[in-house]
């Protein structure tokens, strides 16, 4: 299994990202999909998250509004597309996949996923 996180880089405060997490090994109907960043000193935190089956999305609070989770099912790609960036969003990002049977309520624990990609690094410049 290979999650590659792609797309992360240098970007003003207010600009827009996309972020691409390209799988092999899994697919995104067999598994929810979720984004987790993570900050110098501050623990791995949930950004967004999409359900296997119905594509149902979910959002930390401090994304909602500014960040949009998608899959291409066909290219087997999940992308995090990121608007009105702040300073604060500057992190590493990771995607991930889970297999857990029940996915609400629980898309915001790393222990439910089962693969990780390697990160790719955000930063927003203010």
């Known amino acids: 299994v290979q999650l590659q996180a792609s797309g992360g880089g240098l970007v003003q405060a207010g600009g827009s990202l996309r972020l691409s997490c390209a799988a092999s090994?899994?697919?995104?109907?067999?598994?929810?999909m979720g984004w987790f960043r993570q900050a110098p000193g501050i623990e791995r935190e949930f950004v967004a998250g999409?359900?296997?089956?119905?594509?149902?999305?979910y959002y930390a609070d401090s994304v909602k509004g500014r960040f949009t989770v998608s899959r291409d099912l066909a290219k087997n790609t999940a992308y995090l597309q990121m608007d009105m960036l702040k300073s604060e969003d500057t992190a590493v990002y990771y995607c991930?996949?889970?297999?857990?049977?029940?996915?609400?309520?629980?898309?915001?624990?790393?222990?439910?996923?089962?693969?990780w990609g390697q990160g790719t690094l955000v930063t927003v410049s203010s």
């Open positions: 999409i359900q296997r089956s119905a594509g149902i999305t």
């Open positions: 991930a996949v889970s297999r857990t049977a029940t996915y609400s309520g629980y898309y915001g624990d790393t222990k439910v996923y089962n693969y």
């Open positions: 090994g899994v697919t995104f109907r067999g598994y929810h």
